[in-house]
């Protein structure tokens, strides 16, 4: 196993995180910036006020888009354990 070998397997690992984390960052910041305009017209400082919809977007990400999430990492898993036998020969 080669050191671009490995460089090439992280970036791959790193494309996926960012691929699967992305849905739920872009929603959660979408909500927080919604909730900090709505706070800042209504001067409503509730700490709870921006956590309970970001938690409810979130859970709603994952029910919508989870089967694709696992689905992702289940294909770079099986992809990583098919180049098994490639890395430890060469």
Known sequence: M????????AAQ????????AGPILVATLA??????FFQAITQIQEPTLTFVPKLV????????????????IVSFTDSLFAQ???LLAG
């Open 13 to 20: 690992a790193l494309y996926l995180i960012g691929k699967i």
């Open 31 to 36: 909500v927080g910036l919604f909730v900090s």
């Open 84 to 86: 098994i036998p490639q």
């Open 57 to 72: 977007v979130v859970a709603l990400v994952f029910f919508l888009a989870g089967h694709w999430m696992i689905g992702e």
């Open 2 to 9: 080669t050191d671009s070998t490995v460089i090439n397997i």
